[in-house]
């Protein structure tokens, strides 16, 4: 599967973004999805997951009440909406796919195509 992502840019404090992300290669009924960040320095890490099959999803606690995931089927996309933005979300966004398991797994290892990156930054 190859994975587009668009949508970062640069927003102040307490502000909105909305990151896209298109499948294309393969059907994504037994795939999950998910948003990784990676900021200078650090380690990539999980930020929200989605099984396509049945739209569970999984948050990391720092993004919980902030960030929601949700997919369109049609346009085999699947987005990361962003609310109350705060400077430590700043980071390279990174879309993902793999295959489904019982719970949307939050580790890169669990995910076999990743996108390009998208940049997001957030001033104070």
């Known amino acids: 599967v190859q994975l587009q992502a668009s949508g970062g840019g640069s927003v102040q404090a307490g502000g909105s973004l909305r990151l896209s992300c298109t499948a294309s290669?393969?059907?994504?009924?037994?795939?999950?999805m998910a948003w990784f960040r990676q900021a200078p320095g650090r380690e990539r890490e999980f930020v929200a997951g989605?099984?396509?099959?049945?739209?569970?999803?999984n948050y990391a606690d720092s993004v919980k009440g902030r960030f929601t995931i949700s997919r369109d089927g049609p346009k085999n996309a699947v987005y990361l909406q962003m609310n109350s933005l705060k400077p430590e979300d700043t980071a390279v966004y990174y879309c993902?796919?793999?295959?489904?398991?019982?719970?949307?797994?939050?580790?890169?290892?669990?995910?076999?195509?990743w996108g390009q990156g998208t940049q997001v930054t957030v001033s104070s």
């Open positions: 993902a796919a793999g295959p489904a398991s019982y719970s949307v797994s939050d580790s890169t290892s669990n995910y076999n195509a």
């Open positions: 290669g393969r059907t994504l009924s037994k795939t999950s």
């Open positions: 989605l099984r396509w099959s049945n739209g569970m999803t």
